[in-house]
């Protein structure tokens, strides 16, 4: 099921290589089956493309976290914090600045 999501989602992303809504699902299809590199790779990329995809940050952090690359998701949600501040997306911001301390409690 999740190979062909993917599969359905690359031909998408070869149509339209900076389709954000593309890159950020492929980005968490990759997450859910382990493909972890994959998937940061195109986080990275999507807030290449569209830096004020605030929801991107949060999720790239975690993954960082999970490829215990603490210092990068740190950079990560601090980048977020301030995109969002700059936006006013008040639930955003909630959630990078409690991800991230409690990321910074766990070290």
Avoid: C, W
Wanted: charged share 25%; glycine share 4%.
């Amino acid at each position: 099921m999740h190979t062909i999501r993917i599969e359905r989602l690359k031909s998408l992303i070869v149509d339209n290589p900076n389709d954000t809504f593309a890159l950020f699902a492929l980005a968490k299809e990759y997450e859910k089956v382990g493909g972890l590199e994959n998937s940061v790779q195109l986080f990275e990329k999507l807030l290449v493309v569209d830096e004020k995809y605030v929801g991107a940050y949060y999720h790239l952090a975690k993954v960082y976290e999970q490829l215990d690359e603490v210092k990068k998701a740190l950079n990560i949600y601090e980048n977020g914090i301030i995109i969002a501040q700059q936006l006013n997306d008040t639930h955003t911001l909630s959630e990078l600045k409690n991800a991230k301390m409690n990321l910074e409690i766990e070290m």
